[in-house]
């Protein structure tokens, strides 16, 4: 089992560019998240979903947009990178809200950079 | 909202045993999960406390208070390869599984 894949793992971009994380689950999920890890700062949720066709903001949203058009992928947008951007970000999936069982299955990051 | 406390840094000795504290503030708890990321890979999941008392798996133990707002992660036998970072996490407001900021656990020989 791959688990949960990210795609690209490293990226650099000029401020300005727009690009799209890619994350993949094969554990039938439902529940869809995206962080981004900085140094001193732990993980921060940016936006969710509980499910195929629906997203929801999370802690620190703006500047990004998601899409779940398929239950096993959940994309992350950057429309206008800026450096403040710059930063580890992680894709986790899990099976019942996180209220549940605390436990959710995170992929490898995928580190950006934006200069 | 939620905040949560540990130490920042932590250092042990091989063999040797280390317990590493969290303390929390939120609202509607419903349990204390631990989070174990080496350096430069993905968080992964340690443990998960809903109710009071101690949860032991292998080498590692955590331990809820929720009268006292506090947890704690407790690794035995250290090893090398357990050097790493670990996170307390609680389930926050809207979906979020709310992490603290991390130990940094060093074991030396």
């Known amino acids: 089992n791959a688990g949960v894949t990210q795609t690209p793992k490293f990226r650099v971009l000029k401020t300005g560019q727009s690009m799209t994380l890619l994350c993949a689950q094969d554990?039938?999920?439902?529940?869809m998240y995206w962080y981004r890890q900085d140094p001193g700062m732990g993980l921060r949720l940016i936006h969710y979903?509980?499910?195929?066709?629906?997203?929801a903001k999370g802690e620190v949203p703006d500047g990004y947009n998601v899409s779940r058009l398929k239950k096993q992928n959940f994309l992350l947008g950057l429309e206008s990178a800026a450096p403040s951007q710059t930063s580890v970000y992680f894709c986790?999936?899990?099976?019942?809200?996180?209220?549940?069982?605390?436990?959710?299955?995170f992929g490898e990051g995928s580190r950006l950079t934006v200069l | 909202g939620q905040s949560l406390e540990q130490p920042s840094e932590v250092t042990a000795v091989e063999g040797a045993i280390v317990q590493i504290n969290c303390t929390y503030q939120?609202?509607?708890?419903?349990?204390l999960s631990w989070y174990q990321q080496h350096d430069g890979g993905a968080p992964t999941f340690l443990s998960y406390?809903?109710?009071?008392g101690l949860e032991e798996t292998g080498r590692f133990s955590s331990f809820l208070s929720r009268s006292d707002s506090y947890g704690y992660l407790l690794l035995q036998e250290l090893q090398m390869k357990d050097s790493a970072s670990y996170f307390c996490?609680?389930?926050?407001?809207?979906?979020?599984?709310?992490f603290g900021t991390g130990t940094r656990l060093t074991v030396i020989p």
């Open positions: 986790a999936s899990s099976r019942v809200s996180r209220a549940d069982t605390g436990e959710l299955f």
């Open positions: 554990m039938n999920h439902e529940y």
């Open positions: 979903s509980v499910g195929e066709g629906t997203t």
């Open positions: 939120t609202s509607g708890f419903y349990g």
């Open positions: 406390n809903a109710l009071d």
């Open positions: 996490a609680v389930p926050g407001g809207a979906n979020n599984l709310f």
